[in-house]
């Protein structure tokens, strides 16, 4: 099971999610990330390995935003890669989003979109989720999420934001 983390508040967004990241680091994930949005700008930081190295990397780079999302990933689709880690970020770079579970009927769902000309850069089942709501995102997050959850099938959970929707989770 992967962790995943979201906070909106006014103290330091990384610290806090990378924090909650490392409580959730109790076996052995392959990979993690977080996303911020700054400014309505989505911003991701992905590595493989443990938390401890995510936060170095954001140390390195002074990571940060108005509020965000993590994840630790323990891979079921696609390889052990950076690519491949959590958070996800739709191709538009308007919606991004961690995922725990597996989304049974993401083959169908990838093909359906690249036949729409959508440009796919992951091997995960997660990707599936975050361009398809993308492509029905039409400024109203719960009614794209409905859309969304009446298309995919499997047991999942997810952590979900929206470029224009500042401080919602």
């Known amino acids: 099971m992967c962790g ?10 990384t610290k806090i999610i990378l924090d909650g990241l490392a409580k959730h680091e109790y076996r052995g994930y392959d990979s993690a990330g977080i996303a911020v949005i700054k400014d309505g700008v989505i911003h991701e930081l992905r590595t493989t390995g443990r938390v401890h190295q995510l936060a170095e990397k954001a140390a390195k780079e002074h990571f ?6 993590g994840h630790t990933r323990w891979a079921t689709h696609g390889g052990v890669t950076e690519n491949n880690a959590h958070p996800h970020m739709s191709s538009d770079s308007r919606v991004v989003l961690v ?3 597996i989304i049974e009927n993401a083959r169908e769902i990838r093909a359906d979109l690249e036949a729409e000309g959508i440009r796919f850069h992951t091997e995960t089942d997660t990707e599936s989720a975050v361009q398809y709501l993308a492509w029905v995102y039409k400024g109203d997050p719960k009614e794209a999420i409905v859309k969304l959850t009446k298309r995919i099938r499997g047991a999942f959970a997810l952590v979900i934001m929206f470029y224009d929707k500042p401080n919602e989770i």
């Open 4 to 13: 995943i983390m979201g906070y909106i508040g006014d103290r330091d967004t």
């Open 64 to 69: 940060n935003g108005d509020f965000g999302i």
């Open 99 to 101: 995922h725990n579970g």
